[in-house]
């Protein structure tokens, strides 16, 4: 039977069995050469009796079902007791969405495409991937204006052109309310929750107002990045190009009392005791992420959480309470938060564990 074993032919045979054996055993990590080669041949003897010319045939068959049994078996360890593997993150369900005046509201797909109707049945928008885009009218003579409101969720962002050419770029877990067409002769108001950046039509008839959370941006044509969440206690505006006034409350607005800024500055508003201060920046730091691009300079690691919590819609629970007041700089290209948690495990130190797709520091 060893004679048989080594016959050119059924060396062949066995070498492609061994092969093979060992590209699925290699990943169910338990290959044993001598095991299947002792497997085969005692499958060979049992049918020693059969006529000699079709002994090559039972060869081929009984290695055929080596082999399957070991695929099997091989599926069965993949599928259903697969090796632990380090904690990620689940998808979360959260979606784009279109507000209308009326309620209505509309889910916006950022892999699909749709339009945008007024209440008169005509399309005043249409959608296409991630960017929202308004028709151009010749100034609506309605007396009131008729209002949609975008509410982009953490994780995700969102580009808008308004009716009058003006973009915004929206970050995660903002929302934008806005004219469907803006009135005749009557300033550009919009109303914004959260951060974008904002590329804004010249008009010099007709100055742009950006009202938010308290702070009001008032602009004719400018570039400039807007971040107020609510739950910020500091606003900021960081003006790229073009010039802003910043007010600190309506009644300032309406009475010229501005906090002048020019290109390369940020302004802070305060919202608890209603300062604003500015100061000289590199304005790239803080419109990067219209990119892409997390850049953290000299933030505090209580700032840093908040801000991977919106870009990738995450829970992080800080347990050392000493690391909330420590600056941090770093760049961080689009990639999974796992490698960010990791640069700074390596870094500097600070150990983490995910549970629940929660993210708590050690």
């Known amino acids: 039977m060893e004679s048989e074993l080594n016959h050119p032919s059924t060396n062949r045979l066995l070498n492609e069995y061994v092969k093979l054996n060992y590209r699925i055993d290699s990943k169910m990590k338990i290959y044993d050469t001598e095991k299947s080669k002792r497997l085969l041949l005692a499958k060979m003897r049992n049918d020693n009796k059969g006529p000699r010319k079709l002994k090559i045939n039972r060869y081929l068959k009984y290695a055929a079902l080596i082999v ?29 969405t279109l507000e209308r005046e009326d309620g209505n509201i509309q889910v916006i797909s950022e892999e699909g495409t749709t339009q945008v ?3 008169k049945g005509n ?39 308004l009716e009058d050419g ?4 929206l970050n995660s ?35 742009f107002i950006v009202h938010a959370s308290g702070l009001n941006v008032k602009v004719y044509g400018t570039r400039f990045n807007i971040s107020a969440y609510p739950e910020d206690k500091i606003k900021e505006v960081v003006l790229v190009e073009g ?12 009475s010229g009392k501005e906090t002048l800024l020019t290109p390369g500055t940020k302004g802070k508003y305060d919202n608890l005791i209603g300062d604003i201060s500015k100061e000289t920046v590199v304005t790239s730091i803080y419109t990067s992420w219209v990119q892409g ?70």
Do not use: C, W
């Open 68 to 96: 399957l049994s070991m695929t099997l078996g091989y599926l069965v360890k993949e599928f259903s007791f697969s090796e632990k593997i380090e904690p990620q993150f689940s998808p979360n369900e959260n979606f784009i």
């Open 117 to 119: 109707f007024d209440k």
């Open 123 to 161: 399309v005043v928008g249409s959608q296409v991937g991630n960017q929202l885009v308004y028709k151009h009218s010749n100034d609506s003579e309605e007396s009131l204006p008729v209002y949609n409101t975008l509410n982009v969720p953490y994780g995700k962002q969102f580009e808008l052109k």
């Open 166 to 169: 003006s973009v915004a770029y």
């Open 173 to 207: 877990g903002s929302s934008l309310k806005y004219p469907v067409n803006f009135q005749k002769g009557m300033e550009r108001k919009i109303f914004l929750s959260g951060e974008a950046f904002l590329d804004v039509a010249k008009d010099k008839n007709r100055a």
């Open 243 to 254: 010039s802003v006034g910043m007010y600190a409350t309506t009644n300032e607005l309406q």
């Open 293 to 362: 691009v997390l850049v953290f300079r000299n933030m505090s690691f209580e700032d840093i959480l908040k801000k991977l919590e919106r870009h990738y819609d995450i829970e992080i629970v800080n347990q050392n309470s000493l690391l909330s007041s420590e600056t941090f700089n770093a760049s961080f290209e689009d990639m999974p938060i796992e490698k960010i948690l990791d640069y700074f495990k390596s870094q500097y130190d600070i150990d983490y564990v995910i549970e629940n797709d929660i993210v708590i520091v050690k």
